[in-house]
């Protein structure tokens, strides 16, 4: 027996001290990147804000805690989207969820009144290609574009041109679209209810 294990620890020592390495490698590259990362994200929710609503600039208004999909506590920034001439024409804020593969994040815009999105983009995705990643398509997206703030509703067939709380799947991925449409309810409604509270929106018309 004790022949066997040193047997076993001669033929394997290298693959384990191999293993170990190139784990400790990857970790710390993981960590010396992380940063990079999130400023690229940071870089990409700017830019997809600045398309969605008029090119105009995000700025900073509030850090709200919601529940998240899966019902644990989640930080939430939502940016103040405003001109060059300082005059605020809407919000966005990320918002994330499960898919059908990995976390879907999404970049979310509504309107200065938080009565209609404005549209939304994807952040980051590992959607199948083909199939779940064509929530990024223009025929997927445009349907949130002046939907109201309210409930949304996915259904299979109905007119995808209209813009109303009824979002058309996409044929074939019918769960990456759901997560879309649960991901936007969830963070959507809990954000409008804080903002009315802080008074940083009104029910006014």
Request: charge should be neutral; proline fraction near 2%; include cysteine.
């Amino acid at each position: 027996m004790l022949k066997m294990i040193k047997h076993f620890i001669q033929q394997s020592w290298l693959l384990i001290v191999a293993s170990f390495f190139f784990g400790l490698l990857i970790a710390a590259t993981n960590y010396a990147l992380s940063e990079r990362i999130e400023q690229n994200k940071v870089e990409k929710f700017n830019r997809l804000t600045a398309a969605l609503l008029a090119e105009a600039k995000p700025e900073l208004a509030a850090e709200l805690e919601i529940d998240s999909l899966s019902g644990k506590g989640q930080s939430v920034k939502v940016y103040k989207v405003v001109t060059k001439k300082g005059e605020c024409i809407g919000w966005s804020f990320k918002a994330d969820g499960p898919g059908f593969a990995d976390k879907i994040e999404l970049v979310v815009t509504v309107d200065k009144g938080f009565e209609r999105i404005a549209g939304f983009d994807v952040l980051a995705s590992n959607e199948t290609p083909g199939f779940g990643d064509k929530i990024k398509d223009d025929y997927y997206r445009r349907q949130f574009k002046g939907a109201p703030s309210d409930v949304l509703e996915l259904v299979k067939t109905g007119k995808p041109e209209r813009s109303d709380s009824e979002i058309v799947a996409i044929t074939g991925a019918t769960v990456s679209s759901e997560a879309v449409v649960k991901i936007i309810n969830n963070s959507l409604l809990q954000i409008k209810k804080q903002m009315l509270e802080k008074g940083l929106i009104s029910n006014d018309k």
